[in-house]
């Protein structure tokens, strides 16, 4: 089974609007962490924000959040006011604590496009 | 504070020939860790050195390996280069300390085209 499941390989978004990016994991590891990651064309993954298993609150960065449903192991991105830039792929990863520190399980990917 | 450093950023090797990649992590990060990136298998996995040694392996052959140095400094290397071997190679850092924290960050990449 996918441990990561990113199911949307493409998303458009106007400008100056919401957006959310759907994530969902699988682990039976009761520590874990999840994490989203930008890549633009470059290739470089940008850090964009991270939720631990056992935090009590949503992770918010910025104009990005991540809506954590932990009991039906999803992950979803939000970011707010979409700008230009940030058109580019979007991954979800999880690192389980029994698998290792720096082990990330990355999902496929999903490609954003904003438009103006 | 200065980030990740991968050097080459970009490289074109031959079937059969060899190549080394370094990864520079952040100041302070004893942790390094590598992944390869292809439009196949999407981002995988390769090793993980904390301290000059390797704590985790990925599922790849022994063509692939890596070492770390005192100043934590990373190289991986990959010999007997195949057609499969053309990806985008990603280095990330961490203090590697066994909180879970989202202290990991990446590098911007050594894309090797192997002809």
């Known amino acids: 089974a996918q441990k990561i499941t990113q199911t949307q390989p493409g998303m458009f978004v106007q400008e100056k609007e919401a957006v959310t990016l759907d994530c969902t994991y699988d682990?039976?590891?009761?520590?874990?962490?999840l994490f989203w990651y930008k890549q633009p064309s470059s290739g470089e993954m940008i850090f964009l924000i991270y939720q631990g298993s056992y935090d009590q609150q949503n992770a918010t960065e910025g104009r990005y959040s991540l809506n954590f449903q932990k009991a039906r192991k999803s992950a979803n991105l939000v970011i707010s006011a979409s700008q230009l830039g940030d058109s580019a792929m979007y991954f979800c990863a999880m690192r389980e604590a029994s698998g290792g520190y720096n082990k990330l399980i990355f999902g496929a990917g999903t490609r954003l496009a904003v438009h103006p | 504070k200065a980030g990740v450093t991968q050097t080459p950023r970009y490289l074109i090797k031959t079937r059969g020939q060899q190549v080394t990649l370094s990864c520079s992590p952040i100041?302070?990060?004893?942790?390094v860790s590598w992944y390869q990136q292809t439009p196949g298998q999407g981002l995988q996995f390769l090793f993980e050195y904390f301290s000059e040694t390797q704590r985790n392996k990925g599922n790849f052959p022994g063509r692939f390996s890596g070492r770390q140095f005192s100043n934590s400094r990373s190289e991986m290397n990959v010999s007997t280069l195949e057609l499969g071997d053309s990806a985008l190679y990603l280095c990330?850092?961490?203090?590697?300390?066994?909180?879970?924290?989202?202290?990991?960050?990446f590098g911007e990449g050594s894309r090797l085209t192997v002809l």
């Open positions: 990330a850092s961490s203090l590697g300390l066994a909180e879970n924290t989202g202290e990991l960050f």
């Open positions: 100041s302070g990060h004893r942790s």
């Open positions: 682990t039976s590891d009761p520590s874990y962490g």
